[in-house]
């Protein structure tokens, strides 16, 4: 009787931890596919080899939004007695971190900021991507394009019309079997080795954006930053809680540890982390950098009164040419600070071919839908406008970083405005 009630025991504390872990994974993921957060849930329990679980410590302290690991089970290996417990990945546990009070009192600061955006081949993007990052960064000092490959003379000519620096990372640089994800990170780690320390020496803050975003509303890098030390848009996949590789600010604050900061792709635990993942370990690192993530939310509807319905057409190009359900609209990265009207447009997978061909139409297209509207050159934009579409924005439901991530859910009703 005595064995039997133990050994009940144990399963009910084995289902527990299951249940605990399970939940887990579903409040702390944010990605589309739940499937895929099932198959690396299965992997994680399966990797463990959980002969006897004891759920010891069971306690979520995140103090001061100092990131503290959480352990939920601690796993013990009967057959070795001896053997270190192993805990959960520290990696999938790291929450944002305010600013130091110090650092948001100082009003002192100047603002300044250095854009560097990646590109392949495609110039009509990067004409429309400079040319709203010229209409709209108000404390801009610096603009560089680089590209992947040889630039053609119609980039030179468009880096040339607005006044970017152009440099190119020569195909013979990559080695001869680098995957997209590497050669992406390749390149934006060789923009930083080359031209960030300068920039932050100088108190100047630095955006990394990917060829296919760009800015809809006024920003600076005040304004982006908020005090932080660094700000990035979260990486969509499962687990991920690291810096994606096409939305980052640096901040000035960084300068001292740059040469750390890497976007390479990486792995842990045997799950594999994309390009950005190695910003894990930066920011595992340094408990004393501040950062938040950007918002995020997704447009399924055209909208005339949003951003004058410059991006319908977009909106409604994505409707009808993917299939994948999470990539249902174009997304939308904006600022989590109030006071911050910084909004941004992914044209998703625009830059490269790899999930789509043909798409020269579809960048000519948003290209002059934008430049006809009042963001256009011989056109005047009114600001109040700008921001009733900003405030649109801040009312829809955002793509949470945790919660129910189901693709029914992103693509019906994330785009449903709060009210
Ligand atoms: C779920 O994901 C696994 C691995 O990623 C894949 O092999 C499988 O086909 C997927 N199943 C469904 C129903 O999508
Ligand atoms: C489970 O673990 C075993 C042993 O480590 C491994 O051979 C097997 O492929 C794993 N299964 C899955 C689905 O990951
Ligand atoms: C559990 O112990 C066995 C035997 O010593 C060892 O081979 C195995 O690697 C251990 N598993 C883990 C997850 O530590
Ligand atoms: C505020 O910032 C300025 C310029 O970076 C710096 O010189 C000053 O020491 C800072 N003050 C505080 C209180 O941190
Ligand atoms: C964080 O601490 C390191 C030393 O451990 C220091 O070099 C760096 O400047 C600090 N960074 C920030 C943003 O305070
Ligand atoms: C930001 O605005 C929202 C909605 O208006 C409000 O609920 C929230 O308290 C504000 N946050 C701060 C820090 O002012
Ligand atoms: C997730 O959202 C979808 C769509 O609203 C809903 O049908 C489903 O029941 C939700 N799942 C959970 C676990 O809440
Ligand atoms: C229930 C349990 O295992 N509690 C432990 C939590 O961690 C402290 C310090 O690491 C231990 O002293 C407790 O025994």
Not at 56 to 82: D, H, I, L, P
Not at 159 to 167: G, L, V, Y
């Amino acid at each position: 009787m005595k064995t039997s009630n133990s050994i009940f025991n144990k399963i009910v504390i084995l289902l527990m931890c299951i249940i605990l872990i399970f939940y887990y994974v579903l409040l702390q993921t944010n990605h589309y596919e739940l499937n895929i957060s099932l198959t690396k849930f299965y992997q994680i329990l399966n990797k463990t080899q959980i002969l006897k679980i004891s759920i010891a410590n069971f306690t979520s302290t995140t103090t001061n939004g100092k990131y503290t690991a959480t352990k939920y089970c601690t796993y013990t290996n009967t057959t070795t007695t001896t053997g270190l417990p192993t805990t959960l990945d520290p990696a999938f546990l790291l929450v944002e971190r305010p600013p130091r009070p110090s650092s948001t009192k100082n009003k002192t600061i100047s603002s300044s900021l250095a854009v560097f955006v990646f590109h392949t081949k495609h110039h009509m993007l990067a004409n429309l991507q400079l040319y709203l990052i010229r209409l709209l960064a108000t404390d801009l000092v610096a603009l560089y394009l680089f590209t992947d490959g040889k630039a053609s003379k119609d980039m030179h000519k468009v880096a040339k019309e607005h006044d970017a620096e152009i440099f190119s990372f020569l195909p013979e640089e990559h080695s001869a079997k680098t995957g997209p994800s590497d050669k992406n990170a390749k390149i934006v780690n060789w923009a930083i080795s080359t031209k960030a320390k300068r920039h932050l020496s100088e108190g100047t803050a630095i955006l990394l954006l990917d060829g296919d975003i760009f800015p809809l509303s006024p920003f600076d890098s005040q304004t982006l930053l908020n005090s932080r030390d660094l700000m990035c848009r979260k990486h969509p996949a499962l687990f991920s809680r690291f810096c994606w590789i096409g939305f980052i600010c640096l901040g000035p604050q960084l300068f001292s540890t740059i040469d750390e900061f890497d976007v390479s792709p990486t792995g842990r635990q045997g799950i594999g982390f994309d390009s950005g993942g190695k910003t894990i370990d930066y920011l595992l690192k340094y408990e004393n950098i501040s950062f938040s993530w950007m918002k995020e939310t997704i447009l399924l509807n055209t909208d005339k009164d949003l951003f004058w319905g410059a991006v319908d057409e977009d909106i409604r190009w994505i409707g009808s040419h993917f299939n994948r359900c999470d990539k249902c609209g174009p997304e939308i990265f904006f600022s989590p600070f109030n006071s911050s009207n910084a909004v941004f447009y992914h044209m998703i997978s625009a830059t490269s071919e790899w999930r789509f061909g043909r798409q020269s139409s579809r960048r000519k297209s948003i290209n002059e839908a934008v430049m006809r509207s009042p963001y256009g050159p011989d056109q005047i934009f009114i600001i109040a406008d700008v921001i009733a579409s900003v405030n649109k924005i801040r009312r829809m439901k955002t793509i949470p970083f945790s919660g129910n991530l189901t693709c029914q859910r992103v693509c019906t009703e994330i785009n449903d405005i709060l009210e």
